[in-house]
């Protein structure tokens, strides 16, 4: 699956951080990827911690989080390029200094991206979702895998076991898509087998337009 980066504009101050954290939340449980909940909302965390502490409360902040096939990546851009996050060994006893240890210790990378008027520090989770192999940035499994994610967040609020929205998941979701649209057709007096043989004529056709 992949998802258009959902995008918010702050500045960063520590009573901003809970909004932050519901909003990832509900935005992770609508693409289905509940048990990355945990470790994107300490990422969250510590990314904005270190503006918070390294920049100052206050500063103009971007977080962006983006579902593209098998990573979930998070981003936190703010406008000072002089001060860069980095490991440091922690003493025991200290108050700080674990937060790009603990975002290195639950991620598969990050690393930091300078522009001309900003830095971005980023992080990304495996999802364990196979990517869309043969189709990557094509509009039209941009908008079916929006529309599977929406069907998907649906079922969770009906009380289903949350569950990350995998292929299984995606061809429930799918079928239900299509009954739907059957039943909106039926309703305004279409066809819908007439529909579903133009659908497979047209499928068929495409598939053997494809390159392989």
Request: proline fraction near 4%.
């Amino acid at each position: 699956m992949t998802q258009p980066a959902w995008v918010v504009e702050f500045a960063a101050r520590e009573e901003e951080l809970a909004a932050l954290r519901r909003n990832v939340r509900a935005r992770l449980g609508a693409w289905g990827l509940h048990d990355l909940v945990d470790e994107a909302l300490l990422c969250v965390g510590e990314l904005v911690a270190n503006v918070l502490t390294h920049v100052g409360a206050g500063t103009p902040t971007t977080l962006a989080v983006e579902l593209n096939g098998a990573a979930l990546r998070i981003e936190v851009h703010d406008p000072d390029t002089s001060v860069l996050p980095a490991l440091v060994p922690a003493d025991l006893e200290a108050e700080g200094g674990r937060g790009m240890m603990l975002v290195g210790a639950v991620t598969d990378r990050w690393g930091v991206h300078l522009c001309a008027d900003r830095k971005v520090t980023w992080c990304e989770l495996a999802t364990g979702l196979p990517p869309v192999s043969g189709h990557d940035g094509c509009l039209r499994m941009t908008r079916v895998e929006a529309v599977i994610g929406l069907y998907g967040a649906h079922r969770d609020k009906l009380g289903s076991r949350p569950t990350r929205l995998g292929i299984t998941d995606g061809e429930e979701a799918a079928i239900s898509v299509v009954t739907d649209l059957l039943h909106w057709l039926s309703a305004h007096g279409r066809d819908a087998d007439d529909v579903l043989d133009r659908a497979q004529v047209r499928f068929e056709a495409e598939v053997l337009e494809s390159p392989r």
